[in-house]
């Protein structure tokens, strides 16, 4: 059974910095696209950022694009979100989530391609 697990969120204030963490469990990641999602409130769920388990390959959404980074450690099936100048408009839930699909497809965007997601971890950026 596939287990993803996050950690990282927090309170920080605009500017600052927060790592999330995602380690998963139950099987090998190697051919998973890894990807975070987040869900403000009264907002939809929307894509951040993805990284293919295999080479590295990323994708970021325009509002993550310069401040956000995506890396993965494939020893310790963890895949990070590294956060820098964040905003306000920054807080929400953030979800770790594990494209499945085989052969790896290109980095995808939309969350139902997604097979398995976290419990999420709330990020709240105050001003």
């Known amino acids: 059974q596939v287990q993803l697990v996050e950690s990282g969120g927090g309170l920080v204030q605009a500017g600052e910095s927060v790592r999330l963490s995602c380690t998963g469990s139950?099987?090998?990641?190697?051919?998973?696209?890894m990807g975070w999602f987040r869900q403000g409130p009264g907002k939809e769920r929307e894509f951040v950022a993805a990284?293919?388990?295999?080479?590295?390959?990323?994708r970021y959404a325009d509002s993550a694009e310069g401040r956000f980074t995506i890396s993965r450690d494939n020893v310790k099936n963890t895949v990070y979100l590294q956060m820098n100048f964040l905003k306000p408009e920054d807080t929400a839930v953030y979800f770790c989530?594990?494209?499945?699909?085989?052969?790896?497809?290109?980095?995808?965007?939309?969350?139902?391609?997604?097979?398995?997601w976290g419990q999420g971890t709330q990020v709240t950026v105050s001003s």
């Open positions: 139950g099987r090998s990641f190697n051919n998973f696209i």
């Open positions: 990284i293919a388990w295999l080479g590295g390959y990323t």
């Open positions: 989530a594990a494209d499945s699909r085989f052969p790896p497809p290109s980095i995808s965007d939309v969350a139902t391609l997604y097979e398995y």
